[in-house]
């Protein structure tokens, strides 16, 4: 099994940062792809970013390209979610997720799921 506890949501003005994290425990950590996701209310869960086991490929959304940096530190068994210049339409409940599959995360269907944690982006 593996757990994901995510940490480092909050409150923000529009234009601000916030960083996620993201601590796994259970199975080896190197070998999973890592990825965040998020839902907003009334709105279905989104992909937002994946990380493939070594560190080296990385995707994004759209909507977050350019502002959003997904990382890990293996040896810490974390993942982390660096947001900058947030908006108020990145309000949601952020999700930590974990697959073997690259593809599948990308695709939304990874086999592990964190609790998620709130942002929310003040205009």
């Known amino acids: 099994q593996v757990q994901l506890v995510e940490s ?4 923000v003005q529009a234009g601000g940062s916030l ?3 993201c601590a796994r425990s259970g199975r080896t950590f ?5 990825g965040w996701f998020r839902q907003a209310p009334g709105k279905e869960r989104e992909f ?3 990380i493939s086991w070594s560190g080296g490929r990385t995707s994004y959304a759209d909507s977050v390209k350019g502002r959003f940096t ?10 982390y979610l660096q947001m900058n210049i947030l908006k108020p339409e990145d309000t949601a409940v952020y999700y930590c997720a ?7 995360v990308v695709a939304g269907r990874p086999e592990y799921w964190g609790q998620g944690t709130q942002v929310t982006v003040s205009s």
């Not at 480092?8 to 409150?11: H, I, M, V």
């Open 98 to 104: 974990a697959d073997s599959g690259y593809t599948t």
């Open 70 to 79: 997904i990382s890990r530190d293996n040896a810490k068994n974390m993942v």
């Open 8 to 11: 480092g949501g909050g409150l």
């Open 30 to 34: 190197s070998t999973y792809t890592m």
């Open 48 to 50: 937002v970013a994946a």
């Open 19 to 21: 960083r996620l994290s």
